[in-house]
């Protein structure tokens, strides 16, 4: 049997990657980059497990296999189980019912080491949301266990058939998977950052390093000028990386550093490897698994229970808890799991991890099955805060319409179905279909026929969807632009309404995974001037509906923690010109086209934000919001007047009744044939 050199300087490379990690979900300066110290650990991953294997006694044996996966589970389970039982209780004392659910599908699905299917449900990793999803991170440690259930028994056939053409085959399947991430990036953008086949190439690059060991013989002048590209080329990517792709030119060259620095300091240390071995930074790498266990779901519960985001000052002191945590878990968990006495114990160890990880993924199973435990908290389903959404209900037909019925003008009606009725096409993305209500009653009420037409995430707007990242985003919404364009025509409405989120592209209060996506104020100009080029005529006119103040918490929750911590919910609105500057960038390049009278322009604000503060909930404590953009029904209803100004010439019934601005009782939002057709 061959014994491994131990190498403090992977060590040290695993705690700089820990630490890069950490410090990017900590929103800290300078570490925009930081999320590749996954890619880091991937490669170093591979790298290590092919050493591992390659030098068993034996050679590839059943008995060598069982005593690998043993000795994964003794690595592994215990820590992992240790954090899931204390998330779990701390979630089911903090969470709301929905949450809670979320969080037992991801408990059910982390204990199965599938932990990345549930990141894929959970949203991209790039999306806002961490402290509703404490058990997201638990993604790459599903990728790694799913790779080493098969990667061993490939590596055993092809080391008795194939063991000539073992490199060339770990490079040709790492090309095939690098390609398909590529693919998939543009496609299945959610898919490609967590699963397994377009996340296999980075591990592959580690083990093509392990399986050449030749590679790490180069002269000392040679290594140091590897080592010191690699160590450039992470640092330049932790520091400066802003465009966000998987994979893209920081994937791809943290992958090739972590491999440059695994090389370089293989024969002998060179400085910067020795760097590497510094004592503070191997140890850090040897708590590296507790650090990143455990520094998501303090932070998340932290945020959850703290409403607002963390200051630099509270994440500067939630750094050293998760550091002391983290030690703890390693010193009184992992280490104990990973001596001699332990693993003489494997008959009692087995079944007992078998059993743990049964009564976790069960109690997973349970939260969601009993809707996360909703009877915790009856006094505040009572206000309807901690209720289901208050989202508009319509026919399932009236969304994600074929393209051709788009184009052909079938899109869903409410009003008159008569074609003598004055028409009106609403045409947005999910703050249209959050405001459907409020439409809804303006064409029962005004005698008109709203057409409907929505697509989430996509802007009304001709070329404004370039600036998407990924070729999926791009396509989809370019195709059902110019659907809607060929709607219009076909249709020949009286009024366009556009309706939209009217981010800035370059606002913090963007998604980073879409504000690092969009192109410049510049797009979204040319993309307006562009659109009302297609759509206006001389019969036919525009309206653009503003957007509701945007909050960086979903309301509903917020009012039920406030209530909870008995916090006056007014403390947590935001004022009428907090309001009006977070969109500031495009809606005031929409009011310079009203000025200009090339549109018309009505504004949510008006009636949200009509005092000095921005109201968050109805005067019965309902929230007004659904999440922290989207309007509930109560809130629709609340901007109803704003929005009747958009058609206030269009009444075709004497003596419309006037739709007042002021709060009231929701509209009866189910659809009738009357009120709901297909053209």
């Known amino acids: 049997m061959t014994v491994l050199r131990y190498r403090a300087d992977i060590d040290g490379l695993r705690g700089i990657a820990v630490a890069a990690v950490i410090l990017y979900h900590f929103k800290m300066p300078g570490f925009s980059g930081g999320y590749v110290g996954i890619d880091v650990f991937f490669v170093i991953s591979g790298y290590l497990i092919t050493r591992l294997l390659e030098t068993s006694a034996g050679g590839y044996s059943v008995r060598m296999l069982g005593q690998f996966y043993l000795r994964r589970a003794r690595r592994i389970l215990p820590a992992l189980f240790v954090m899931l039982a204390a998330s779990t209780v701390i979630a089911t004392a903090l969470f709301l019912p929905a949450h809670m659910k979320n969080f037992g599908r991801s408990l059910a699905l982390a204990t199965a080491f599938l932990g990345n299917f549930g990141a894929v449900l959970d949203g991209g990793y790039f999306d806002p949301g961490e402290r509703f999803t404490p058990l997201r991170h638990l993604w790459s440690i599903g ?42 990036n543009d496609h299945r953008p959610n898919e490609a950052y967590y699963m397994l086949p377009t996340r296999a190439w980075e591990l592959l690059v580690g083990a093509y390093v392990a399986m050449n060991p030749q590679l790490c013989r180069g002269s000392t002048r040679t290594n140091l000028g590897l080592a010191t590209l690699g160590v450039v080329g992470l640092l330049a990517v932790v520091w400066y990386a802003q465009v966000i792709r998987f994979p893209g030119i920081s994937t791809i060259g943290a992958s090739a550093c972590t491999a440059l620095l695994i090389v370089s300091n293989g024969s002998s240390m060179t400085l910067i490897g020795r760097a590497l071995s510094w004592r503070p930074v191997v140890f850090t790498g040897l708590i590296s698994y507790s650090l990143y266990l455990w520094h998501a779901p303090l932070l998340a519960f932290f945020g959850y229970y703290n409403i607002r985001e963390p200051s630099e000052l509270e994440r500067c002191l939630i750094l050293p808890a998760v550091y002391l945590v983290a030690f703890f878990s390693w010193a009184a968990v992992e280490q104990p799991f990973r001596s001699q006495a332990v693993a003489r114990l494997r008959l009692l160890f087995v079944p007992s991890a078998i059993a743990v990880g049964l009564a976790l993924g069960s109690v997973g199973y349970w939260l969601m099955k009993t809707d996360g435990l909703p009877k915790r908290l009856e006094s505040e389903r009572t206000t309807g805060i901690a209720g289901a959404p208050l989202f508009p209900v319509i026919d399932a037909h009236c969304l994600n319409l074929p393209l051709d019925r788009v184009s052909a003008g079938e899109l869903c009606s409410f009003g008159p179905q008569d074609e003598h009725a004055n028409k009106v096409l609403v045409w947005g993305d999910s703050h249209a279909y959050a405001l459907l209500p409020a439409y809804q009653s303006l064409a029962n009420a005004d005698g008109i026929r709203i057409y409907f037409g929505e697509l989430g995430a996509c802007w009304p707007l001709l070329g404004a969807e370039k600036g998407l990242p990924g070729e999926y985003w791009r396509t989809r919404c370019e195709k059902f632009n110019r659907a809607m364009i060929e ?102 390049e929409l009011r310079l086209l ?86």
């Not at 005529?537 to 209530?563: E, F, H, K, W």
């Not at 008006?606 to 909930?617: I, K």
């Open 143 to 184: 990728v790694e266990e799913q790779f080493y259930l098969f990667y061993p028994l490939f590596l055993g056939i092809t080391a008795r058939y194939l063991k000539g053409q073992r490199s060339t085959l770990i490079i040709l399947v790492a090309l095939i998977s690098l390609i398909l991430s590529f693919w998939a």
């Open 487 to 588: 709607a219009v025509r076909r249709l020949n409405p009286r009024r366009v309404i556009l309706n939209a989120y009217w981010r800035d592209p370059a606002g913090s209060a963007e998604s980073e995974f879409f504000r690092r996506g969009r192109e410049s104020k510049l797009a979204v100009v040319d993309g307006i001037e562009r659109t009302l080029s297609e759509i206006r005529s001389p019969d036919r006119s525009v309206c653009a509906v503003l957007t509701v103040p945007g909050y960086s918490y979903p309301i509903p929750y917020a009012l039920a923690i406030a209530q909870r911590r008995h916090i006056d919910p007014a403390t947590l609105s935001m004022t009428h010109s907090e309001a009006l500057s977070e969109y500031q960038a495009v809606e005031g």
């Open 594 to 679: 009203a000025s200009q009278n090339q549109l018309q322009v009505v504004d949510p604000k008006d009636a949200l934000c009509a005092g000095a503060q921005c109201l968050m909930r109805a005067g019965d404590g309902t929230p007004l919001y659904l999440d922290g953009n989207h309007l509930s029904s109560p809130g629709a209803h609340l901007v109803l007047g704003v929005l009747e100004q958009c058609v206030s010439d269009l009444h075709t019934a004497m003596g419309a009744a006037q739709v007042a601005p002021t709060p009231g009782p929701a509209p009866d939002l189910t659809p009738t044939k009357s009120a709901l057709s297909l053209h």
